[in-house]
């Protein structure tokens, strides 16, 4: 079988998925086995704990205004792009991908530099279950049930510098295992996001390394991943070999690639337009074809609007 190759790799991530169509091809090949997301949420005991895998959910972080995706569409309907352009097909294209043994590096400006194994995080820190909007700059939005460990607590025992300003995450570079990286060459791999301190030392963000209280599948972000979700859903970079605490802004993938389209903050925000559609709504996945407003910092600012007092938000997109 041939990847079906799009006109332009040189498209960004949103021009190379256009929303309509996926949601009507999706929409045809699910006909006989579709149906509405989950009219409730489901309650821990339900989304609970797989053998080996305990996680609680924490009841503070469970959005009330909205409804849970189907675990079926968390893990069929992926971005992806080291695997696949399509979002149908990242599970395929990701199933022989080897996400163990892996080791996440801390390195940079840190007193505390390590290398930790990933099945040693899970068992020796505990992880636990927060439930979080999840909204991508594509204009769609799920409701996730996410298992890891806050952010916080990994930068805490790195003890960054004085000096240390920013994050930066480093994903996977393994073109073998994954043809995305094959196929589009000219792209500045490994994928790599950032975050400031500040921001990674909020209370929203994880590590995480389950969703819907299994281990995270390969489609998702093997073993380990971020989790932002007041940003739009780029920034929750997949599959983390390093984190390196720097003092200058880190490059990005999808900054490198278009700086005026997708900006280092990317926080969530009804009233600044992406440069090609608007931002204002939302399509919620796994509705035929319903729509939600979509809510500043996608519903945190709570939590999370005191680190942005001094930014200009219309010009930080
Ligand atoms: N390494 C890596 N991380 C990534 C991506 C990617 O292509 N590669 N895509 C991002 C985008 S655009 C989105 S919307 C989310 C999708 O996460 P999900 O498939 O778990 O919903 O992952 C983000 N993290
Ligand atoms: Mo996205």
């Not at 301190?197 to 093997?222: D, F, S």
Request: contains cysteine.
């Amino acid at each position: 079988m041939f990847v079906k190759i799009k006109k332009d790799w040189e498209l960004s991530e949103s021009e190379a998925t256009p929303e309509s169509i996926y949601c009507q091809r999706r929409t045809l090949l699910k006909v006989a086995g579709f149906t509405m997301a989950t009219g409730l949420f489901a309650p821990t005991e339900i989304l609970g704990a797989t053998a080996g895998f305990p996680s609680a959910l924490n009841p503070k972080y469970k959005p009330t205004d909205r409804k849970l995706t189907k675990e079926e569409l968390v893990t069929s309907y992926n971005n992806f792009y080291e695997f696949s352009f399509d979002k149908d097909n990242v599970e395929e294209r990701a199933k022989d991908f080897k996400a163990e043994p892996w080791t996440l590096e801390i390195s940079g400006m840190v007193h505390k530099p390590q290398t930790i194994d990933v099945n040693d995080l899970v068992n020796q820190w505990g992880i636990e279950q927060r439930i979080y909007r999840f909204r991508c700059v594509e204009a769609w939005g799920m409701v996730v049930p996410w298992d890891g460990i806050p952010l916080k607590k990994i930068v805490e025992r790195a003890q960054p510098t004085q000096q240390a300003k920013y994050l930066k995450f480093v994903s996977f570079l393994k073109p073998d295992e994954a043809p995305g990286q094959r196929r589009a060459p000219h792209y500045p791999w490994p994928y790599t996001e950032g975050l400031t301190v500040e921001e990674a030392t909020n209370e929203l963000p994880m590590l995480v390394t389950g969703v819907y209280g299994k281990p995270l599948p390969n489609q998702n972000g093997a073993p380990i991943r971020v989790i932002t979700p007041w940003k739009y859903g780029f920034k929750s970079i997949k599959s983390i070999t390093k984190i390196e605490f720097t003092e200058k802004m880190p490059q990005t993938l999808w900054n490198e690639l278009a700086p005026n389209e997708y900006g280092f903050y990317a926080n969530v925000n009804p009233q600044v337009d992406h440069p090609r559609w608007s931002q204002a709504s939302e399509r919620i996945v796994g509705k035929w074809f319903a729509r939600q407003k979509t809510l500043m910092f996608n519903g945190y600012g709570e939590q999370v609007a005191h680190l942005y007092k001094d930014l200009d938000l219309k010009k930080w997109y």
